[in-house]
């Protein structure tokens, strides 16, 4: 299977499966000389972990990442980054495979089984494998070493979105996202979603979920047009997340209902030597080219494919058959997305730092 890498000249490579005895992934082109210690990784990591609250799968991961190359402690007791490649691991240990072992020759409906065993011809059906969200553990921890690389970007997510339940952005506080287990900026929806997704979780269905991620002081100049263009690569990052099915920078899809001059980011003199935008309609970005305001991601996630519902299917045999899928699933899969997309937003800034940094100076 190829294609499991990303990123130019900040680049990770990630590997393991679902069940595995461990999940990792290699960071190669981070600089020298940066502080980095497990620590430093280890609280994206706690933020993502399964088994936080009754709204996420009960696996029990602690998820705790080794360093295993690419630092060295230097004379004054310091751990820095070596210029070498980061080899990173995570062990799994809190699989069960057999909960799966009933739909070892059936197509879960909504997942990757058919897709993977036709292009493949062999299918990893303990958890979906590669195709499982588990491998999205090893992103959270390369996005860590991401932000040691752009140290002034500040990268915050929220989710915005329940099912039809969205927030209001007039309550808008990022305080509020570490309080509740939504990672919502608006407690008078978080404690509605909390009602609302009880009754899909007891259902034994699920619901999907719209993720913002905002960055903050990024620099003016990253990306390059025509087939670099920073919104572009973001776009890809984000849309390679698992079960995302769209994403939109700044007004997104709106902007189509908005006339020229609603849509457009007026300009005044700022402060220092660039101009002060008096809108933020394109999310950050000109041209494919970051304007220095706040980059604004969204991205869709859809609903968790393996619920207790009974579906119709059928067999690698070619036999219809029904399916339900036992084990233990996000009732909402999009909370635990919220990290995972600061992280890919991280890891894509650090690569444009880099890049910019070496065509320009």
């Known amino acids: 299977m190829s294609h499991n890498s990303f990123g130019h000249l900040f680049r990770v490579t990630t590997w393991g499966e679902s069940h595995g005895p461990a999940i990792g992934c290699v960071v190669d082109g981070c600089p020298p000389l940066i502080p980095l210690t497990e620590d430093d990784i280890q609280g994206f990591?706690?933020?993502?972990?399964?088994?936080?609250?009754?709204?996420?799968?009960?696996?029990?991961?602690?998820?705790?990442?080794?360093?295993?190359?690419?630092?060295?402690?230097?004379?004054?007791?310091?751990q820095k980054t070596t210029g070498t490649p980061i080899s990173l691991l995570v062990e799994n240990t809190d699989q069960r495979?057999?909960?799966?072992?009933?739909?070892?020759?059936?197509?879960?409906?909504?997942h990757a089984d058919y897709t993977y065993d036709a292009k493949y011809g062999i299918r990893d059906y303990r958890g979906g494998g590669r195709s499982s969200a588990r491998e999205t553990a090893m992103r959270v921890a390369a996005g860590a070493v991401a932000r040691k690389v752009i140290p002034d970007v500040r990268i915050r997510a929220a989710l915005v979105q329940i099912g039809p339940h969205k927030i209001n952005r007039d309550n808008w506080d990022w305080d509020q996202v570490d309080l509740n287990p939504f990672f919502c900026p608006d407690a008078a929806a978080a404690e509605l979603w909390a009602d609302y997704l009880d009754g899909i979780r007891k259902a034994g269905s699920s619901v999907g979920a719209v993720v913002e991620v905002v960055a903050e002081n990024v620099p003016v100049g990253l990306g390059?047009?025509?087939?670099?263009?920073?919104?572009?690569?973001?776009?890809?990052?984000?849309?390679?997340?698992?079960?995302?099915?769209?994403?939109?920078?700044?007004?997104?899809?709106e902007a189509a209902e908005l006339t020229g001059e609603e849509n457009a980011d007026e300009?005044?003199?700022?402060?220092g030597s660039r101009p002060r935008?008096?809108?933020?309609?394109?999310?950050?970005?000109?041209?494919?080219?970051?304007n220095g305001d706040p980059i604004v991601a969204r991205f869709a996630v859809k609903p968790t494919s393996s619920i207790l519902t009974t579906r119709q299917s059928v067999t690698?045999?070619?036999?219809?058959?029904?399916?339900?899928t036992k084990g233990r699933h996000d009732p909402c899969v999009g909370i635990r997305a919220v990290p995972v997309g600061e992280a890919m937003v991280a890891c894509t800034l650090a690569d444009h730092f880099l890049r910019h940094r070496g065509q320009i100076g």
């Open 267 to 271: 300009m005044r003199l700022g402060n």
């Open 224 to 253: 390059a047009p025509i087939y670099g263009k920073l919104d572009t690569e973001i776009s890809a990052a984000l849309m390679s997340i698992n079960a995302v099915k769209g994403v939109e920078i700044g007004n997104g899809f």
């Open 277 to 290: 935008f008096l809108s933020n309609n394109a999310g950050g970005i000109l041209g494919g080219i970051s």
């Open 45 to 78: 990591m706690d933020k993502r972990k399964p088994g936080q609250s009754r709204f996420t799968t009960q696996r029990r991961e602690p998820d705790q990442v080794k360093i295993l190359s690419g630092v060295m402690i230097d004379e004054d007791g310091i």
């Open 316 to 324: 690698r045999q070619g036999e219809e058959v029904d399916v339900m």
């Open 97 to 110: 495979s057999k909960d799966y072992s009933e739909i070892k020759d059936r197509y879960r409906p909504g």
